[in-house]
């Protein structure tokens, strides 16, 4: 994601942060700092907004303490 910062490879990429992230590692700061970077690194990239919306949920979730699970073992 921060090496092509193209429309299908971010898709793909923030899809596979939250999946090992959020309900793999249930380490929402390790998403955050991502997302942070990409930001930093392409300040007026067009998936910007819909980055700082998911630093916001993870951020969100992070504070509740939820745990996200999947139904696979």
Avoid: R, W
């Amino acid at each position: 994601m921060l090496k092509y910062p193209v429309g299908k490879a971010i898709q793909e990429a923030v899809n596979a942060i939250n999946v090992l992230c959020v309900t793999k590692l249930h380490d929402y700061d390790m998403g955050i700092n991502i997302y942070t970077q990409f930001i930093q690194k392409y300040p007026d990239h067009s998936a910007d907004q819909f980055l700082k919306k998911m630093i916001k949920d993870l951020q969100l979730l992070k504070n509740k303490k939820l745990v996200v699970q999947t139904g696979k073992v």
